[in-house]
């Protein structure tokens, strides 16, 4: 790890991930830091989506959402089998807000900022057809449009390879123990490893990328809180269960928020809620029974033959976000735009969305090389990834297992496939993940804990039952030797998994037993 540093990157998320490229490739010599695991944060417990943000129009937030749907325009184009069109079917219902006439005008504006038409209108008959599963008495028609999808923690893996494919080096479970000042000004930080070890890190320039952790260190520089946590809640249901073909809006009885189901990763997932979040921001969030009441509650109103209950839930999954405080009493209604300050040396970055990363690492580029010219750094455009065409391993395979795999490993891809044990290139039972593909991330993608494997860098444990524990067996000759565990050590890591998985990704308590 490098002493001294053009630019310190503090924060393993998609946006902390995003600056760290977007300089790399610009000339500057970075180093990113991330005090858990990458994407461990709101990066890896995100609704999954890429989009253009339809309801921000109804806040009036034009330039937000023309930014919004522009980026997952580029992203569908530079990251295929990482980032997947998703249709969207909302029903228009009698007496029941959103109307048809207010729907379809927002859609052509939606539409219109994007530069592409996506938008369908069908009738009662033919919504029936498309979700026939959801409620028809007072149905009127419906309205459809396209956004995006993406396995978000794999996407912040995505971009940080291609970074550190510029020089970028990138190091997790290192926390930042205090910010080094001269003259009032942020120089660097002295940095602490998770086995003990301290170095300390001088840097032209620090950004701090943390997200709802950004007051932190803004505090510590005597600044006051801007920032509002919010957490969002999931549930996972299997497919058979709640069978959905594209993302279907489920309006809530109760108060008329939207809460959606939509296929991902061969389940359907449906969320989330909207609430504060006042507890330990390092404690990792879980979801509550009250989170899960009510949005079992909207599926159950808008499918109620399907007679889905606590017990078809294989998983559940809470993140929190970083919001803007407005001071606005409904969190929904505080903005999701990002803000860039500059305290005494110190760059923070915090608020915006996983659509827009990009742009806002671009962002926060241009206001540190306004406070430091001599970054010297080069404007020239780029795509958000890099292509990469297959190679003739990759291409001996069928396009949708090329693209998927070009999509997960990027320029790594064809490297997988050509050492890989050819009797584990098959899919898991229930997944589209190959047995393979565990010990090439447990050899390269700097795996500390069993849950940056399960959780993060594959998604078994939210969409395998009991967070995938009954596969640890097959799972431990494969990754044992890269990870270089002894007994002992796996024993500790199988232990403090079941643990996690048991408080943060299932059912709680309270309703286990309704379960049984």
Partial sequence: MSDSVDILVIGG???????????????????????KDFAWGTSSRSSKLVHGGLRYLREGAIGLTRESVLERRQLLHDAPGLVEPQRFLIGHYRGRSPGQALMRLGLAVYDLLGGERHRHAVDAAGYAQLAPHTRQDGLLSGSGYLDAKTDDARLVWRVLEEARSHGAQIRNYTQVDQLILEQGRVRGAHLRGEDGQTADVRARCVISATGVWADRLRQSLGQ????????????????????????ISLFHPRDGRPVFAYPW?????????????????????????DEIQYLLEAVQHTCPHLNIEVKDVVSTYAGVRPVVSSGAADPSKETRDHIVLNEQGLIT??????TTFRAIALDTLKHAAKAHPELGLKWDEHPILSPNPAGPTLLKLEPVEQERLLGRYGARAESFVASADPRDCVAMAGTRIWWSELAWIAHHESVRHLDDLLLRRTRLGLILPRGAQDLLPQIKHRVQPALQWDEARWEHECARYAELIARCYSLPSSLKERRA
């Fill in 224 to 247: 006051a809180p801007k920032l509002r946590p919010l957490r969002g809640s999931h549930l996972l249901i299997p497919l058979w269960r709640l069978p959905v073909a594209q993302s």
């Fill in 265 to 289: 990763e061969g389940m359907a997932l449906v969320g989330t809620t909207d609430i504060d979040h006042p507890h330990d921001l390092n404690q990792e969030p879980g979801i509550t029974s």
């Fill in 349 to 354: 970055v915090t608020g915006g969305k996983l």
């Fill in 13 to 35: 998320g998609i946006t902390g991930a995003g600056i760290a490229l977007e300089a790399a490739r610009r000339g500057a010599s970075v180093l990113l830091v991330e005090q």
